[in-house]
């Protein structure tokens, strides 16, 4: 795992009934300071990982008993039973996790472990990176080191959301394609999944409204944020990029857009990548190999057909007819 996306997700599949082997498995997907002792059963470990660069979703059958001592891993790490459970220490916190729950394994500075037998699971991590880029409240200022108040989902929406967020992004990459390959189709998803779990699972980077934020939601803010967008939007840009292009922060660029135009910086954002493709699409001739499916990805739009719906509600036709008018 990278702190940036370098090109399209990798697949990358693993079984084996050794348990030195699963343990040099572990250390090589969990990093060095993760050391695992397994008791044989004689049935296989398989470790299936999509790797985003900035995230990777894991599919991980364990019929083998782990113990796992690890050092401060420095990235989010999350995990969603789907048979058997697991135990976890962190931070003076032991818990068990079973089957349809969800926790957050360790705090990313704190050294933690785990315990577990015959298991299914999914595994999250998610870099520093994208927990920056979603809930930086001073694009000047890093946040602080990243602590949860609660390894456990605080509300039951959440949770759900969670879990959609990430089957929605293991589809992205598993389908293929223009969009699994696109760079701001990648970039979106690293920061959709970062902002669901921040939703879900209590910590200290919560943004709060301050007076300076209002202060500074005018019509400078909001003229220097949409030239930002306008010269940028081909680049994988966030909410944090387009507030220090604004010369302010985040929350103020974002009471600027509701306030004046009803709207919010990634919408517009959306809207303007819109516009885009429909110029990409009005412009290409037979025979180009321009398609609509490979059209949207480059501008961030990872499904072809909710593409469609909003172009259909855009512009009164459909995609195909603009690339084939």
Not at 113 to 122: E, P, Q, Y
Not at 132 to 159: G, K, N, T
Not at 287 to 294: F, I, K
Request: hydrophobic fraction near 40%; glycine fraction near 8%; charged fraction near 20%.
């Amino acid at each position: 795992m990278t702190s940036g996306n370098h090109g399209p997700p990798v697949l990358t599949r693993f079984s084996t009934s050794d348990p030195a082997e699963a343990a040099h498995v572990y250390e090589t997907a969990y990093g060095r300071s993760v050391r695992l002792a397994a008791v044989p059963t004689g049935l296989p470990l398989r470790h299936d990982r999509w790797n985003a660069g900035a995230f990777c979703i894991d599919d991980i059958s364990i019929a083998l008993d782990l113990r796992v001592n690890a050092e401060p891993l420095g990235y989010v790490l999350l995990a969603a039973p789907r048979r058997g459970c697991f135990g976890r220490r962190c931070d003076g916190v032991d818990e068990l996790v079973g089957p349809g729950e969800i926790a957050v394994l360790y705090q990313p500075d704190l050294p933690g472990s785990s315990w577990s037998s015959d298991l299914d699971v999914t595994c999250v991590l998610l870099d520093l990176s994208l927990i920056d880029q979603v809930a930086r409240a001073d694009p000047d200022r890093p946040l602080a080191p990243l602590r949860f108040v609660s390894f456990r989902p605080i509300r039951a929406d959440a949770e759900w959301r969670w879990r959609q967020t990430v089957r929605y992004a293991e589809s992205v990459m598993a389908a293929g394609g223009a969009p699994g390959a696109s760079p701001l189709v990648l970039g979106g998803l690293g920061r959709l999944l970062a902002a669901a779990t921040l939703a879900a699972f209590p910590s200290n980077a919560l943004r709060e409204d301050r007076p300076c934020d209002r202060a500074d939601a005018h019509a400078g803010t909001l003229r220097r944020a949409i030239a930002f967008i306008e010269s940028t939007a081909g680049t994988d840009i966030g909410l944090v990029d387009i507030a220090r292009a604004a010369g302010t922060t985040p929350r103020a660029v974002q009471l600027a857009f509701r306030s004046q135009l009803g709207t919010t910086p990634l919408a517009y954002l959306r809207r303007v990548r819109l516009d885009l493709a429909r110029q990409e699409l009005s412009r290409a001739t037979p025979g180009d190999g321009t398609s609509v499916a490979a059209t949207a990805a480059r501008w961030g739009f990872a499904d072809p057909r909710r593409f469609a719906a909003r172009y259909l509600a855009a512009y009164g036709e459909l995609p195909g007819r603009t690339l084939h008018r």
